[in-house]
């Protein structure tokens, strides 16, 4: 299967410890985007990288969270002194696109935090 | 307001039945519309694009109204497997570099 892998699937940790997760998209696609999603609520922008280029931040990311797709490929999210609130499920998605075009996006099973 | 506000249900709806859902958007300047579905414990998965004629695929039937700013999913002969939560999904731009989820519409179809 080459669909998006994230890893770890699960996470827990100690609140103020720091976590990081992350995504390997499907080989030929050049977007990737990181969504947080709680209990109840629709998957919520992150971030989302244009090959190696990080495009776009979501007011969410605070300046605990940082996301880095080095070689534009796989892609790292880390949240630094995580905090209970950051409790969520971490959806990644990869897409291929330019200015006139994007396929769907296709999710990965996500990771889940849990923070204690 | 929420940028994108859909009933969250629970719809619980007999097989066979058909049942609708909408969905509503602020921005007027939105210009692509995505209904994902997600089972539980699932990632969000595509279901289908939402075109200005409305379009259909099987049992689905997509329609969007511009001057209203709503959206529509009509499922038709529900079966077991339609079970699951309907994501009405808006962007501002042609592209999907950042779709905008509604919080989902949770169906169950009763035997």
């Known amino acids: 299967d080459t669909g998006v892998s994230q890893d770890p699937r699960h996470k827990i940790t100690k609140r103020g410890q720091n976590v990081t997760f992350r995504c390997d998209p499907i080989?030929?696609?050049?977007?990737l985007y990181w969504y947080r999603q709680t209990l109840g609520q629709g998957p919520e922008f992150l971030t989302y990288?244009?090959?190696?280029?990080?495009?776009?931040k979501s007011r969410l990311l605070s300046d605990r969270f940082s996301a880095e797709r080095p070689k534009g490929s796989f892609s790292t999210l880390e949240i630094q002194r995580t905090e209970q609130g950051d409790s969520a499920m971490y959806l990644c998605?990869?897409?291929?696109?330019?200015?006139?075009?994007?396929?769907?996006?296709?999710f990965g099973n996500g990771t889940r935090l849990t923070v204690t | 307001r929420k940028e994108v506000e859909q009933d969250p249900g629970p719809f619980n709806v007999p097989e066979g039945a058909t049942v609708a859902f909408n969905c509503t958007y602020s921005?007027?300047?939105?210009?692509?519309f995505f209904w994902y579905r997600q089972d539980c414990r699932k990632e969000p998965k595509l279901l289908m694009s939402?075109?200005?004629s409305g379009n259909e695929d099987g049992r689905f039937t997509a329609q969007l109204n511009r001057a209203s700013q709503y959206i529509s999913l009509l499922i038709r002969d529900s079966k077991l497997s339609d079970s699951a939560t309907y994501l009405c999904?808006?962007?501002?731009?042609?592209?999907?570099?950042?779709?905008?989820f509604g919080t989902g519409t949770r169906l169950t179809i009763i035997p």
């Open positions: 998605a990869s897409s291929l696109g330019d200015r006139s075009y994007n396929s769907p996006l296709h």
């Open positions: 080989s030929e696609h050049n977007r």
């Open positions: 990288f244009q090959n190696e280029a990080q495009l776009e």
């Open positions: 921005n007027s300047a939105s210009q692509s």
């Open positions: 939402v075109y200005s």
């Open positions: 999904v808006v962007n501002r731009n042609f592209g999907n570099e950042k779709l905008t």
